[in-house]
């Protein structure tokens, strides 16, 4: 929220001089961030007030084109010509005159020119050039009371200091005027005076005054109206008004308009007013009906919701409650009598409602963060008063209001709660002195024990925790000391969490890049991805409450996340992608998992509690995903790069199951969203089990075409959380013995079926060399590694052929010809009768 500081003085007046910078720091120590502090007005200099004394019109151009003879004094030397293009004021009227050497916003630099054959000695300004809003339509037109020749910035009070307050959702009375200054008073232990002030003496419920209803409770529980007749339609917002709303970033737009602005400012109270003559019948506040309909003052056709919360007449809805007004009810330029509206309106309603029509106002911000539910009445009536006063009209006396009963909070606490919390002694009186700063009224019960009812326009406050929290606050977060926590001796990263990091170096050594996509998605995902009808990923967490109405669910995989930034990159000249994301996914049970129970506050939760609340909790396990597209390897000098293919989706798979260690298999499998005949299925058997923990390969086209990304694109994902598992079974890493003898190759080439996967044949190799080598088979066996596959003539039909590479060496020895070729004879024979495999050709062991 943009607040002036003149404004909040106001109402906690500071002992002069005023520091704006100490302001600043006063009000982020209590937990308000000032995001901004900006010295307005500094910059206007020689602009002045000054009248006109005769205008004469120039023709012969395409637009209007006047040449003023303007005075800013008593002395005949104190008049000068000035050329304007503006025809809203007359002779004698006061304007701002910016005269040569002047200095307008922005540092635009003032000076005589000539134009239009005339020498134009200074500028008569609008409100836009001084920075008082967007309207260049017309001059400034000043009152007739303005004293000529005085300073303009000085008499409007445009140099003024504003703040930049980023107000928390939990902090709604903060988005006020009323609210900053309370705290600013709380803060420099000045008085406050509250802007609200007292219902006027004799105020009551007349039967003349435009009658309330309220239809749905839920929605509302106080809805207050008020009457102004006989208003001048041609009455104009006072310039202090409009220089304030300027400078909290509002426009003015018509008296009617700027006075419930102001005092929505002021007072955090959202008000709006209607045209009298334009209302048909009673006025009530219920929810939307089916089909209803409503124009907004932004000349929108809203389809209503039955969740919606509308105000209506006997036409139907005039408004949709607290977020934005309807276009029929408006008060026009040429209205004399006007109804205010004043209400105290459901939170979270209002809040659902700007969501669903993305229409978010100042107005619905403050409704849905709760507002002074004891506001209504003595807003709206000070908002007639100013009105009439402004406008000329007169109040009609009373007013009408329907309420819904409002249980108050009352709340028990510890007097030492908030020393317990921040570890600091304050002490009983600080902590009832602070909760009645806040507004509180606060008993003290016996035990030390504090009854407190916390005040109407602290809608957060409903828990002992909320008010140890304020009193902590109010004393400032600075008086917490700060002390590093002591680590306990022997503890650090959990085994996962070392997995993870070991995981995310080895697939960033491999040239990914590490990303966070959004947590979020769409029913439309599913679809783009092929899932099947009956396929767990499409059981998703719905949010209640979603960011975006586009994706209103918790994401089951993270590759549609993964696809949308590989897209977003290559939209951007960046095609050659290996990105990869190590996430959380939320998989709901078959049966759904039901409402979580509440959690209390004021106490840590027990082990029956916890375990209720994670029964209602989704299945949340943590996946590795990898997505590749365009070139693995980039053109140049050296020639043509490489396209993505599936194995390098495979490899990535394998550089994270390495960096587990645990033993895997990979075979020939079809599953969504992968190509049928290029994707691979990794399978952990060891340990009594077989899971499998995720898929490779190469996506299939549709879901490429759905994606928009570049064809043959590839992924890969695991299960983190079952491979974090299964690793925690794999027995300690014993450093290997490095043999300083010489090392023995043979080459196999095997023909096998081409259906037999090449992982079983070289699974039958090892078996084979320790079947003879005894419990020194892996000994023997120091690597193995497919380096040929053949398809053709010469393997047969409906076979393939595999050659391999066979390194042996011994611990103790140099090996002999004869016991290479007894290991390699063994390992033949094996993959033989394990996959039926011929063997093709024997070279000779080389050392």
Not at 535 to 564: F, H, K, Q
Request: net charge negative; aromatic share 6%; hydrophobic share 45%.
């Amino acid at each position: 929220m943009l607040v002036p500081l003149s404004w909040l003085l106001e109402y906690a007046p500071l002992p002069e001089p005023v520091d704006p910078a100490e302001v600043g720091r006063r009000l982020t120590g209590i937990g308000l961030e000032i995001e901004a502090v900006e010295h307005v007005g500094a910059q206007i200099r020689g602009v002045v007030v000054a009248r006109v004394l005769e205008i004469e019109e120039l023709t012969g151009h395409k637009k209007p084109i006047r040449y003023c003879l303007v005075i800013t004094g008593e002395r005949p030397e104190e008049q000068r010509w000035v050329i304007c293009g503006a025809t809203n004021f007359a002779v004698g009227d006061l304007v701002p005159l910016a005269l040569p050497g002047a200095t307008l916003p922005g540092g635009i630099s003032i000076g005589s020119r000539k134009a239009y054959g005339k020498l134009s000695d200074g500028m008569i300004c609008s409100a836009a050039e001084l920075a008082l809003g967007d309207d260049h339509s017309g001059i400034l037109v000043l009152p007739a009371d303005a004293p000529l020749g005085a300073d303009f910035a000085e008499y409007a009070g445009l140099r003024d200091v504003v703040y930049d307050v980023n107000v928390t959702p939990d902090k709604g009375h903060a988005l006020s005027v009323r609210g900053l200054a309370r705290e600013l008073a709380s803060a420099f232990a000045v008085p406050f005076a509250d802007p609200a002030g007292e219902l006027p003496a004799g105020d009551k419920p007349d039967p003349r005054v435009y009658q309330a209803s309220i239809g749905d409770p839920s929605a509302c529980d106080r809805f207050a109206l008020r009457e102004v007749s006989g208003i001048d339609p041609a009455a104009v917002t006072p310039l202090s008004i409009r220089v304030r709303l300027a400078r909290c970033g509002m426009r003015s737009v018509s008296l009617a308009v700027d006075v419930t602005n102001y005092l929505m400012l002021e007072l955090g109270q959202p008000m709006h007013a209607f045209d009298r003559d334009r209302l048909q019948g009673p006025i009530a506040v219920r929810r939307g009906r089916e089909g209803e309909k409503l124009e907004t003052l932004d000349h929108v056709v809203r389809q209503l919701d039955p969740d919606d919360i509308v105000i209506t007449d006997s036409s139907g809805p005039i408004s949709m409650a607290g977020t934005m007004g309807g276009l029929a009810t408006e008060v026009s330029s040429a209205a004399v009598n006007v109804v205010i509206e004043a209400a105290h309106f459901s939170a979270p309603g209002i809040a659902r409602m700007s969501r669903r029509h993305r229409l978010f106002s100042e107005a619905s911000a403050r409704f849905e963060r709760g507002v002074d539910y004891e506001l209504p009445l003595r807003a709206s009536a000070k908002a007639a008063a100013l009105l009439a006063s402004l406008g000329g009209g007169s109040v009609v006396a009373g007013y009408s209001l329907a309420s819904a009963p409002i249980e108050p909070v009352t709340i028990e606490i510890a007097g030492d709660l908030p020393d317990r919390v921040a570890g600091v002694s304050y002490g009983a009186d600080t902590v009832v002195r602070r909760l009645r700063e806040a507004g509180c009224s606060v008993a003290v019960d016996a035990g030390d024990r504090l009854v407190v009812r916390p005040p109407s326009w602290r809608p957060d406050l409903t828990d002992p925790s909320d008010l140890a929290e304020e009193v902590i606050r109010i004393e400032g977060y600075d008086k917490i000391g700060i002390a590093m926590p002591r680590a306990v001796a022997g503890h650090g990263r959990t085994a996962a969490q070392r997995l993870r990091i070991e995981v995310a170096q080895a697939l960033a050594g491999s040239g990914f890049v590490e990303v966070i996509s959004s947590p979020f998605g769409s029913q439309d995902d599913f679809g783009k991805m092929q899932l099947p009808a009956d396929d767990a990923r499409r059981r998703a967490v719905r949010l209640a409450n979603p960011i975006s109405g586009d994706e209103p669910l918790m994401r089951t995989s993270l590759l549609p996340g993964l696809l949308r930034v590989a897209w977003r990159n290559a939209g951007r000249g960046f095609p050659d992608l290996a990105l990869f994301e190590i996430g959380q996914v939320f998989l709901e049970a078959e049966g759904g998992c039901g409402a979580a129970p509440v959690l209390p506050v004021d106490h840590a939760p027990g082990k029956a509690e916890v375990k209720r609340f994670d029964a209602a909790l989704p299945a949340q396990p943590r996946l590795v995903g990898c997505v590749l597209t365009g070139k693995i390897e980039t053109s140049g000098w050296w020639g043509e790069g490489r396209q993505v293919s599936l194995y390098d989706a495979i490899e990535a798979a394998r550089t994270v199951l390495g960096a587990s260690r645990v033993p895997y298999e990979v075979l020939a499998s079809q599953a969504e969203p992968w190509h049928p005949g290029r994707c691979a299925t990794f399978v952990v058997s060891a340990f009594g089990e077989e899971v499998v923990v995720g898929h490779a390969g190469e996506l299939h086209p549709r879901v490429i075409g759905a994606f928009r990304l570049a064809p043959r694109t590839c992924a890969m994902e695991l299960d983190l959380s079952a491979i974090e598992r299964l690793a925690g079974l794999v027995p300690p890493v014993q450093a290997p013995f490095i043999s300083g003898y010489p090392v023995a190759t043979s080459d196999v080439a095997l023909a096998v079926p081409s259906a037999v996967p090449a992982a079983r044949v070289q699974e039958a190799l090892v078996a084979g060399v320790r079947s003879v080598a005894g419990s020194h088979g892996a000994a023997l066996l120091e690597g193995i590694r497919l380096f040929d596959v053949y398809r053709g003539e010469q393997a047969g039909a409906g076979n393939k052929s595999l050659a391999y590479t066979l390194r042996f060496r011994a611990p103790d020895r140099t090996l002999t010809d004869e016991e290479v070729a007894i290991a390699r004879d063994a390992a033949v024979a094996e993959a033989a009768r394990r996959t039926g495999a011929v063997l093709r050709s024997a070279p000779d062991a080389s050392a």
